[in-house]
T-cell receptor, first 108, second 115 residues
Framework: GIQVEQSPPDLILQEGANSTLRCNFS?????LQWFHQNPWGQLINLFY???GTKQNGRLSATTVATERYSLLYISSSQTTDSGVYFC??????????FGTGTSLTVIP | KAGVTQTPRYLIKTRGQQVTLSCSPI?????VSWYQQTPGQGLQFLFE???????NKGNFPGRFSGRQFSNSRSEMNVSTLELGDSALYLC??????????????FGEGSWLTVV
């Protein structure tokens, strides 16, 4: 199956700082989504972004499909942004492949 | 609009027992897929159902099975539980194919502990 790598694995930020999370994937994909896993385990949709750029408040994402990577930007981070961020890609059959995640801790 | 609902949220089972987990998708969604999350293996695809038919299956032993009902609700079953089956089991639903631009939405998951 397709390989998905996320970096960095861990990130500690001061509140108010900006950050960039990266997702590399090994083959062309039909679907790419970013998720935030809350402390209770639920995966919350952030972006559906197989290509292009989207913004939602302090978060934005860019996917360069031809170069097989996606970036998630978090600006002016808040403590509530803490958690694990996952990138997931799909090539067909509704089967998503997940990266190993970036664990973000925002310190007040 | 209600989200994806999974029951039970937490359960403890003994090795050798079996367990059934339930998932109610978002109203109108016909595709339901299941994932297992463990600290060692991360998030792994189990299987996907659409209109009561299993269309895709991940690399898991036959002890893991599932089904989907006519109202799109789905259940997954794990028989002869092993300690390694302890995990967070997540259900996701989507309207159609993810490839067609449909976002998948996850439930809160079922935390299974096997002792």
């Amino acid at each position: 199956g397709i390989q998905v790598e996320q970096s960095p694995p861990d990130l500690i930020l001061q509140e108010g700082a900006n950050s960039t999370l990266r997702c590399n994937f090994s083959d062309s994909v039909n679907n790419l989504q970013w998720f935030h896993q809350n402390p209770w385990g639920q995966l919350i949709n952030l972006f559906y972004i197989p290509s292009g750029t989207k913004q939602n408040g302090r978060l934005s994402a860019t996917t360069v499909a031809t170069e097989r990577y996606s970036l998630l930007y978090i600006s002016s981070s808040q403590t509530t942004d803490s958690g694990v961020y996952f990138c997931a890609v799909e090539q067909g059959g509704n089967q998503f492949y997940f990266g190993t995640g970036t664990s973000l801790t925002v310190i007040p | 609009k209600a989200g994806v609902t999974q029951t039970p949220r937490y359960l403890i089972k003994t090795r050798g027992q079996q367990v059934t987990l339930s998932c109610s998708p978002i109203s109108g969604h016909r595709s339901v897929s299941w994932y297992q999350q463990t600290p060692g293996q991360g998030l792994q695809f189990l299987f996907e159902y659409f209109s009561e038919t299993q269309r895709n299956k991940g690399n898991f032993p036959g002890r893991f099975s599932g089904r989907q009902f006519s109202n799109s609700r789905s259940e997954m079953n794990v028989s002869t539980l092993e300690l390694g089956d302890s995990a967070l089991y997540l259900c996701a639903s989507s309207f159609l194919q993810a490839s067609a631009g449909n976002t998948i939405y996850f439930g809160e998951g079922s935390w299974l502990t096997v002792v």
